[in-house]
């Protein structure tokens, strides 16, 4: 599929581009614990030689959702009426910056621990590949306050003690930052970054996608 660099991606690819988003955060936020994630599936990032496993997934409300796609719309000038589309997304709870779209109003975590709980239970099912090092990420495009983390960390690790195989991290991706839980020994980090970087990520993500849409392309044409 040939996919015009003025376009938003298709809904439809071989490469999900919120798994590209995830490989790419990791691989450049976190270089010394991350590199050359291969995308595949049940995990969906995985990497035999640092015997490391990554699941991910997506937690955000149907607002954040249709926040987002009229934001995609507004950046690749497919909006039939800007202005209009500003506002709704400000409606929305979305706030427009020179480099990207975030949400500043904090919302309930609830969509985080169901996140959490859906894949635990896939964790657990059989035909999962368990690594030595199981790993989730979660994006998000809420609000949270640093005091939070720590009480999100225990409700978390009340979830995973329910379960024979727990994840060891899990991460949680905000728009302008990478939280960190380390659900062994209970510690978290947070690493920050600004609208610029998070949108030079985006774009290496949406690079991985449309470079193999055009593999499979040339693959079926042959």
């Not at 040939?2 to 690819?13: A, G, M, S, V």
Request: include cysteine; proline fraction near 3%.
């Amino acid at each position: 599929m040939k996919i015009n660099k003025d376009e938003p991606l298709p809904r439809h690819t071989e490469y999900e581009w919120e798994e590209c988003y995830a490989k790419v955060v990791l691989e450049n936020l976190l270089k010394d614990e991350f590199y050359d994630l291969n995308i595949i599936d049940k995990p969906d990032l995985q990497n035999e030689e640092l015997n490391v496993g990554i699941e991910c997934t997506v937690s955000i409300n149907m607002e954040s959702m249709e926040a987002e796609y009229l934001y995609s719309e507004l950046t690749y000038g497919k909006s039939k009426n800007p202005d209009k589309c500003k506002e709704r997304i400000k409606r929305l709870g979305g706030n427009i910056t020179e480099y990207s779209m975030f949400e500043s109003r904090t919302v309930s975590l609830n969509s985080i621990l169901g996140a959490v709980r859906t894949k635990l239970k896939k964790l657990n099912e059989s035909g999962y590949k368990i690594f030595e090092k199981n790993y989730l990420l979660i994006r998000d495009c809420i609000y949270i306050p640093n005091q939070q983390i720590q009480g999100l960390e225990y409700s978390i690790g009340m979830i995973q003690s329910k379960y024979p195989v727990e994840f060891d991290k899990i991460y949680i991706l905000l728009n302008s930052k990478l939280i960190e839980l380390n659900m062994i020994d209970y510690t978290n980090k947070c690493i920050e970054f600004n609208s610029n970087t998070q949108y030079e990520l985006a774009e290496k993500a949406r690079d991985i996608v449309v470079k193999q849409e055009e593999k499979e392309k040339e693959k079926n044409d042959k």
